[in-house]
């Protein structure tokens, strides 16, 4: 089996080389065998919920590349609540840069986006998009949306690919200053973005249904909180990509009931696994999913858990339900990712707090400015609160920028680390009880 | 003083307060501060920003919200520096009415900031008066009888255009964010507002929204003028996405330029730009103006030694390279007459005067025998005696066509870059794209890896074709690529399969560079490398056609030097 599989990726890998038109199909046509996969054998070592999150997310992407009138090209902050009402689904760039990781392709399309002449120090998610849609594997969709949140890429990429490919997009503005007259600008950009849309593409709005989205919305982030708590208690074994993953979720599906559903199964379910007695990470930034010391480390290990990442709740209040645009645009400018890094930081802290994790660890990715540039500030922040704190350098697609020589010393060291300090700790505790004891 | 950096920022209302503005403009030396309060990848012009603030007395500075970079400069120097006054000014992508409105609103509240921190305090009337004396500048200064190049991409710093003015070419426009002047409007009711408008309504830069304007007068532009220098700034993504759509649709030589406001990149933007001015059609290569041969004057056939043959003259080129230095006697009837290759020292002057003793004693020749000699390669302009200097981009040009005319791409890999070349039937370069400031894939990274295989350099290339098993050598970096053999030997794996792993690795560097180029065939392989037999053959494999290399590779620069002498000597007689 595993020999078959290696064989139709290789086979299609060659072809999207050879011959990128001819190569999207099978490409395709591979997800959907994937889908299957997880639906039918999914992986055994992790819990029930994470191979239903899996399942989900391969049904999404692959059902949507299907039908090329579907979806719209997205970044991961594109508004999908908007998109759901139009009958759109939103395919992110950076994740579908990710599947196509399935076919071991980054390296090909990351080289040939640098060849024409893009910076190789940009972040990999977009040259490897900007590669495979140059190059003529992927074909245009119809329309594409992205926001100025939350990095220099995402209107160079966008506005790029219109150049190039003639895929028109509409860039939403999001301001740096969380008040209202930012809130006024960003909602009547969103309002403009919404009507621009449904003529263009000739769908119908309904401002009903955006309510009903953002009410179901509320909903599962109440249900993600709640998972997070109990993620702390639980092993609930899952992978680094089980993060993305879940990420994938809170930014593309938001608002739709299954993924509420899932998210409320996944809180039942976890109730059913053992103590939880490893150490507790909240991880800051991506993950390379495919970097092996870390999958050694971290998946499905009874030692070290994850517990939540900024990238998954980037934004923790409630929508008001009443005024859907005013409630997205304030969702958007209240993103950790906006606006200063002090605000980040504080929104880390109060997230370490409620959290309550043994360690942080920070990944800074290849490019990504805006997260590396304050790396620095939050891990002072951090030792403030006398919480450990890693800052890990690689990349989160591209291999050849994660050097596991470099990050295994690291990690391995860090973790050491936190070891001792917390038999140090029970120690104190033990010689206090005797103490008391004794008295 | 207040210091800012972007154009967007609203330096006219400060100045109306009597603040002394000053645009930061960082050339250091070092990055020491930057990189242990940001990350080592954040865009070198922020990071330079940081350690002239640190180092000089501001009052404070003005930033805008224009790029990620620099919106982390902004956290870490707020938290640095909390006396100052550090302010960022959330600035709208969208310049219509709506962005117009907003900016105007974020203005106010600086001005409010400002106030409060300085105690001086705004008036509208004298911003406005101060915008009616002001005027607007015309952008396009063509030249007829000079070279016109145009700027374009990121800001670009005083020594790129101290270069292009020491070369006498003119500058017919810069649109870089620097190089524009400002779009003043004077509104008389609502100065504040007219000033707003003007200010977004400026030549819209990669952060806004509205490019379409950009492209229509790049095009225009760039169409009036013999070359086009796109400049980018290390770490700092946005403008090489227009770069790479230029590319495609400019019909006039571009040269993308890429700094990082260190004081040591000035050698480096020097050699890109002086290939780049020699390989425009209008050019020629220049005069260095330097003393030595010149004004002691070539005598040409006055000595006649043992094996000269009467009243010939002879032509000298010399390549100073990082590791070698190289050089070549020819004659007239472009004949070689001897070469001779040295170890660079640690002065390339000193290197150059025993090579020069070196090759004439092997040419049987003497000083005043030598009518005109050419200095190419990183340390051309440290050799006195040489009459001209020319870069050796150009040079390897013209040798690699002296030695096979058929060639159209060059892959020249020295000790400390690699270049790739693209010629035309004449031999003239086309374009040109160079790796440096990165050992991977250079001389340099493959006598390391020697070292670390305690292999010597010479066997290193015999031991990859012995290979059987190919290793993937995934690093780009080569201190990364060093711990990873480390790591391949720990692991016991075959000398042979972790050399061919590294030539491997140099063969996919050595495509990217020739893709940019442009895959023109013939292929050429020159430089020191091109004698190692592993590297040459991952190459070809990795192009898919043979490359012809010269008996001796690492002389086709200083053969292009000395062809260069000897038309430049027929030109003066």
């Known amino acids: 089996m595993a020999n078959v599989v290696d064989l139709y990726i290789d086979y299609v890998k060659k072809q999207a080389i050879s011959q990128p038109e001819k190569s999207w199909d099978k490409m395709v046509l591979g ?7 997880t639906k039918l054998l999914p992986k055994k070592d992790i819990s029930k919920g994470y191979q239903k999150l899996e399942s989900m997310m391969m049904s999404f992407v692959a059902d949507a590349l299907l039908k090329e009138e579907s979806y719209v090209w997205g970044n991961i902050f594109a508004p999908c609540e908007i998109m759901e009402c139009l009958g759109l689904h939103t395919l992110s760039i950076e994740c579908l840069s990710c599947y196509l990781t399935g076919y071991h392709l980054e390296d090909y399309f990351i080289d040939f986006s640098q060849n024409s002449g893009i910076a190789p120090t940009l972040c990999s998610y977009h040259k490897t998009f900007v590669g495979a849609a140059d190059s003529g594997v992927i074909p245009n969709p119809a329309y594409a949306v992205t926001t100025s949140l939350s990095c220099d890429g995402n209107l160079n990429t966008f506005r790029y690919l219109e150049k190039k490919k003639g895929v028109p997009f509409t860039l939403l503005d999001i301001p740096y200053e969380a008040d209202e007259a930012s809130v006024e600008y960003l909602a009547d950009q969103l309002k403009e973005m919404t009507m621009k849309m449904a003529d263009r593409l000739g769908k119908k709005f309904e401002e009903d249904k955006l309510k009903e989205v953002l009410r179901i919305e509320n909903e599962t982030r109440q249900e993600l909180k709640r998972f997070f708590q109990l993620q702390k208690e639980h092993f609930y074994p899952g992978e680094l990509i089980s993060q993305l993953y879940l990420m994938m979720g809170t930014h593309l599906l938001m608002g739709r009931k299954d993924f509420l559903e899932l998210i409320r199964f996944m809180n039942e379910d976890i109730r059913t696994y053992p103590k939880f007695e490893g150490k507790r990470i909240l991880w800051v930034h991506l993950l390379p ?26 934004f923790g209040g409630t929508l008001d339900t009443e005024e859907p645009f005013r409630a997205l645009a304030q969702k958007l400018i209240q993103n950790i990712f906006n606006g200063s890094y002090e605000h980040k ?37 951090m030792q403030e609160k006398n919480i450990p704190m890693l800052i890990l350098d690689g990349d989160g697609i591209d291999k050849r920028n994660s050097h596991d020589g470099q990050i295994k010393t690291r990690l391995e060291a860090f973790l050491e680390m936190i070891q001792t300090e917390s038999k140090k700790q029970t120690q104190i505790r033990k010689a206090e009880e005797m103490e008391g004891t004794a008295c | 003083m207040l210091g800012y950096i972007c154009k967007y920022a609203p330096v006219e209302v400060l100045e109306s307060m009597g603040v002394s503005m000053k645009r930061i403009e960082p050339s250091v030396t070092s990055f020491n501060q930057a990189d242990v309060l940001m990350h080592p990848n954040v865009c070198s012009f922020a990071k330079g920003v940081l350690e002239d603030v640190l180092e000089n007395d501001y009052e404070g500075v003005l930033l805008t919200t224009c790029c990620d970079s620099i919106r982390r400069l902004y956290d870490v120097l707020k938290q640095k520096l909390p006396d100052k006054f550090i302010y960022i000014l959330d600035t709208p992508r969208i310049n219509k009415d709506a962005g117009i409105a907003l900016y105007e609103s974020r203005i106010r ?52 255009k101290s270069i292009l003015e020491e070369k006498g070419v003119n500058v017919a426009f810069d649109l870089t964010c620097t190089g524009l002047a400002r779009k003043l409007l004077y509104e008389k009711d609502a100065p504040l507002t007219g000033y707003t408008r003007g200010l977004l309504g400026q030549f819209p830069c990669m952060r806004m929204e509205e490019a379409a304007n950009r492209d229509r007068l790049i095009r225009t532009y760039a169409d009036s003028v013999d070359g086009v220098l ?9 403008y090489s996405y227009e770069y790479a759509w230029l590319k495609e649709i400019l019909q006039k030589p571009m040269l993308l330029l890429e700094t990082d406001n260190t004081k040591q990149s000035y050698g480096q933007i020097l050699t890109r730009i002086e290939a780049f001015l020699e390989s425009l059609p209008k050019n020629k290569p220049h005069k260095t103006g330097q003393t030595g041969a010149k004004d002691g004057g070539p005598v040409i056939g006055k000595k006649a030694g043992k094996n000269k043959e009467e009243n010939k003259m002879y032509v000298l080129g010399i390549d100073s390279g990082s590791t070698s230095t190289n050089a070549v006697i020819m004659d007239e009837n472009r004949k070689l007459i001897s070469f001779s290759v040295v170890r660079t020292g640690a002065k390339s002057g000193e290197s150059a005067e025993r090579i020069l003793k070196e090759i004439l004693k092997k040419a049987n020749l003497s000083r005043e025998d030598i009518s005109y000699i050419v200095s190419t390669g990183y340390g051309r302009v440290s050799i006195p005696f040489a009459d001209e200097n020319v870069t050796e981009i150009s040079c390897h040009g013209r040798g690699a066509h002296y030695f096979n005319p058929a060639v159209r791409t060059i892959l020249d890999i020295g000790g400390q870059d690699s270049k790739g070349i693209r010629l035309n039937e004449k031999g003239e370069v086309v374009d040109f794209v160079m790796n440096d400031k990165c050992a991977a894939g250079t001389g340099r990274f493959l006598e390391m890896i020697a070292r670390t295989l305690e292999v010597e350099i010479d066997e290193l290339g015999a031991i990859a074709l012995q290979s059987k098993t190919d290793i993937e050598i995934t690093s780009m970096c080569s201190v990364f690529a060093e711990s990873e053999v480390i790591s391949l030997i720990a692991n016991n794996r075959e000398k042979a399969d972790i050399a061919n792993g590294i030539c491997r690795a140099i063969a996919n560097k050595s495509y990217s560079l020739l893709k940019r180029v442009g895959m023109e065939p013939e292929f050429m392989m020159t430089g020191g490398v091109a004698k190692n037999p592993g590297v040459v053959r991952a190459v070809e494999e990795k192009i898919g056609a043979k490359l012809y290399i010269c008996p001796e590779p690492e002389i086709v620069g200083a053969v292009g030097a000395a062809l260069y002498a000897l038309e430049q000597w027929q030109n003066e007689r």
């Open chain 1, 345 to 381: 930081a504080d929104i880390l802290c109060g997230l370490a707090d409620e959290l309550k994790p043994d360690a942080v660890i920070h990944f800074c990715h290849w490019g990504c400015k805006q997260a590396s540039g304050g790396s620095i500030l939050l891990n002072e922040r």
């Open chain 2, 109 to 160: 509240a600086m001005i409010k900031a400002y106030e409060e921190f300085s105690g001086k305090t705004f008036s509208e009337e004298k911003l406005g008066e101060l915008l009616k004396e002001r005027e607007d500048q015309e952008n396009l200064h063509q030249k007829k009888h000079a070279v016109n190049i145009g700027i374009l991409g990121a800001r670009a710093d005083e020594s790129m």
């Open chain 2, 230 to 238: 796109y400049h980018t700034v290390q770490f700092c993504d946005n």
């Open chain 1, 289 to 314: 999913f495919y970097q092996e010391t870390l999958r050694s480390y971290f998946n499905s290990s009874p030692d070290y858990q994850i517990l939540a990442s900024d990238i998954i709740m980037d």
């Open chain 1, 31 to 37: 997800f959907q065998a994937n889908k299957l996969k």
